[in-house]
């Protein structure tokens, strides 16, 4: 077993590694049936909500059908199938050195401020390029936990505050999306699909992911992850010289109080990160009450989020609650490790980081071959 140090995290202070900024050179979608197209066709535009403010996140709750991923493991199959789509078209083969999901380069990259969540992946290398797989038992079982926790309402309520189930709180998250966007630019639609997106129907089956290449310190990744939406128009040219103006959609508990502010500037860490590492300029936050009702709208430009926690902890004398160049040191020499231990191995690793563990470990469970983790259409291509 091969372990990497988390702590002590100063040992990745200071300016931070080279990044190379993200290009979308491919995209796929999932449709309202949740089945996968090599195309753009889920994209959405933002189009701030009518009269945010007062809107009732929980309104459809009761006929919303959630669409559940526990059920299969998806591995990295429909990035896999963007990307060898990507490589037939040109005849060229992609150079990335790690591959996988935003979702798990997320976790990676927050690891030296996140001491309660663990992770579980797998990995192989072939042809030069690590794959990185979410381990999904583990996903699962994490998220079981969570909800037997969770899903208690407290023995005493606060009024101020009242308890939500994890469900209708996660629903809140999809109705801001279905309130915030357009299926289609603006003036391409008309004004009954503007005024009528309170009463659409909320779903989180359909699904535009973005891949991109890009790069932390001396690696080359290749990530794909959802976009929530564009703000105008997507440029004709893929891998075009223009970043695209994506935006992130997200919904938080609107700021009261110091212990609020520093709350959502924890929270800001992942939002920080899932946007940066798409390329994704815009963060809208629609700030709610506690009962879920929405009361403003806030759009953060993700460059500027660092400098932000940064600057308010030297307003406050205290110590920043995270450092972003820390994370991206970290992040580079994690993946230039893993890239050093894993180089030509045969086999399926697992990567684990056990909640509050001062490493991330990393170990062969199996000796030969790839797993589940490339499918044979994928490996017949190659
Ligand atoms: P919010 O982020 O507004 O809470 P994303 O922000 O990544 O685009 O995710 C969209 C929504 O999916 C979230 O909206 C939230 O409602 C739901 N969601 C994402 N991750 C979740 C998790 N781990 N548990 C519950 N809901 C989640
Ligand atoms: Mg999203
Ligand atoms: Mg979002």
Redesign the pocket.
Known sequence: MAQFAIHPIHRFHGQSQPMRRPREFTCFSYDDEHALHLDDRSLRWYYPPQFPQGMDLSRGFDSFVKHDDDGVDEHLDSLLAAVVAHEQATRTKIDAQVLTWRGMMTKIMATPYDDRDGFEMNATFYQGCIFIEENHAYKVAT?RE?EARQNRPPPRQNPDRPWFP??V??????K??TLSTLPRPWGEVTRDEIEGRDDATVS?KAQYCSVVRTGIGSSILCLGG???AVWDAKPQTPGGKQPIRWV?????ADIASERDLEFFERKLLK?WI?SFLLGVPTIV??FRSRQGRLVRLEEIATEGIPGTVRQRAALTQKPPLWDGDTCINFASAFLEWLRATMADSDGVWRIRRRPGSPEIEVFQVEETGHGNILPDTFLNWR
């Open positions: 998220r969570q994890p469900d709180m996660s629903y809140w998250g999809y801001f999306e989180n959802e976009v929530d992130e959609l997200k919904t938080s939002f899932q936050v629609g």
